[in-house]
């Protein structure tokens, strides 16, 4: 004989706490996921100025200001 299939399952309690756990993990991985966006654009916006600072640069004296 199994003696986990004479195991009782789940009651309602502990399902509706596991229930209620998952539900809060999602909203918190979804605030990540939504924090995560933000800095990337962040982080793009900062990497487009200074890549347009870098265009704006004086020319190089060396190759006759060209």
């Known amino acids: 004989m199994d003696p986990l299939s ?10 509706a706490r596991e229930n209620l756990y998952l539900r809060q993990r999602v909203a918190q991985l979804t605030d990540d996921v939504a924090s ?9 916006q900062i990497l487009e100025r ?17």
């Open 6 to 15: 004479d195991a009782p399952g789940p009651t309602t309690a502990d399902l």
């Open 36 to 44: 995560l966006a933000a800095e990337g654009d962040r982080l793009r």
């Open 50 to 66: 200074m890549h347009g600072r870098v265009a704006a640069r004086r020319p190089d004296p060396l190759s006759g200001g060209q």
